[in-house]
């Protein structure tokens, strides 16, 4: 089986403070998030709700994916989060079991 890199949001609240992080373990990279065990941004600013992802099978595309959703204008990460995800619900319960 190819390893696969996730690109993926994490949010507040709904319309709340976001974080854009790239990984290959998506379940417990977000575990480590909710458990406060990620240093910095995510931590200080209770950021802990997954609200979007996506799947890339490299590290380059997923990489050159983050980088490209961090220079947009917020209005834009809200709508792609909106078409994914209407209602902003945490995935991560979706994602983990």
Excluded at 27 to 51: A, D, M, N, P, S
Aim: hydrophobic share 40%.
């Amino acid at each position: 089986m190819n390893k696969q890199f996730y690109v993926y949001i994490l949010a507040s609240q709904r319309n709340g403070t976001l974080y854009i992080g790239v990984t290959s373990n998506l379940i417990q990279r977000v575990w480590q998030h909710k458990k406060g065990l990620v240093e910095g941004f995510t931590k200080r600013y209770c950021v802990k709700e997954l609200v979007y992802f996506e799947v890339h099978y490299t590290a380059e595309s997923a990489i050159t994916r983050e980088k490209q959703i961090k220079k947009w204008r917020r209005a834009w990460k809200v709508q792609l989060i909106e078409d994914f995800n209407p209602d902003w619900e945490d995935l991560y319960d979706h994602v983990a079991f």
